[in-house]
């Protein structure tokens, strides 16, 4: 069965580096998204992007925050220069964007340690 | 604004018995989508079951079983006779509106415990 998939699994990484989390939606999929869950609280939606354009953003999507999809199958994540509330973990999901009650299924997750 | 309240912080139950997770959703749309997900602990987020907000039909899979009320904001999810295997979070989400890239709002969750 078609899933998406996520690397790394974990980073950790020290405060003002630049990270880029990567994700591989599922290949007939057209739309895809991030969303982020700080540990123990609820997943919160960050970006929709479709045909190389955001579709929509959060107001946790600000300028440090940046999303790519430099080829034909990843999708990419930037945090140019990470914070200590950075700290979450991190899931790509996509969606076929045929009808609006797609469904959107999610990858395994990156946790990001901003030290 | 789109808002989902799942009222239930942590549920335990011994395994067999039957527990129900509330989901109340707020919303102005007339058209919407439910969904409950579970991330067990491994972490990994997995779909469980979407429902349009035109079909009110109750839905049972196994020993799950989804009861949606448009007239209390509800989408409650109930497991039967639970098993260990079912201990994890589980959260309500909703999408407003027929765009197909729509953001999902979640629910804080319900954590699940069955105790063996």
């Known amino acids: 069965e078609p899933e998406v998939t996520q690397t790394p699994s974990h980073q950790v990484t020290q405060m003002g580096q630049e990270v880029i989390l990567r994700c591989v939606p599922i290949?007939?999929?057209?739309?895809f998204y991030w969303y982020r869950q700080i540990l123990g609280q609820k997943v919160e939606f960050l970006v929709s992007?479709?045909?190389?354009?955001?579709?929509?953003k959060s107001e946790i999507f600000d300028d440090q925050f940046s999303v790519e999809r430099p080829d034909g199958s990843n999708f990419t994540l930037k945090i140019r220069s990470t914070k200590l509330e950075d700290s979450a973990m991190y899931f790509c999901?996509?969606?076929?964007?045929?009808?609006?009650?797609?469904?959107?299924?999610f990858g395994p997750g990156t946790r990001l340690t901003v030290l | 604004a789109q808002k989902v309240t799942q009222a239930q912080t942590e549920i335990s139950v011994v395994e067999k018995e039957d527990v129900t997770l509330d989901c109340v959703y707020e919303?102005?749309?007339?058209?919407?989508?439910l969904f409950w997900y579970k991330q067990p602990p491994s972490g990994e987020l997995v779909f469980l079951i979407r429902?349009?907000?035109?079909?009110?039909q109750n839905e049972i899979s196994g020993r799950y079983s989804w009861n949606f009320q448009k007239s209390t904001s509800s989408f409650n999810f109930t497991i039967t006779a639970s098993q260990v295997v079912d201990s994890a979070v589980y959260f309500c989400?909703?999408?407003?509106?027929?765009?197909?890239?729509?953001?999902?709002?979640f629910g804080q969750g319900t954590i699940l415990t069955v105790h063996p």
């Open positions: 999901a996509s969606s076929e964007g045929l009808a609006g009650s797609d469904t959107q299924y």
């Open positions: 290949s007939n999929h057209l739309y």
């Open positions: 992007f479709y045909n190389n354009e955001i579709s929509e």
């Open positions: 919303t102005r749309d007339t058209t919407y989508y």
């Open positions: 429902r349009n907000s035109f079909d009110e």
């Open positions: 989400a909703l999408k407003e509106g027929g765009t197909s890239y729509g953001k999902l709002t």
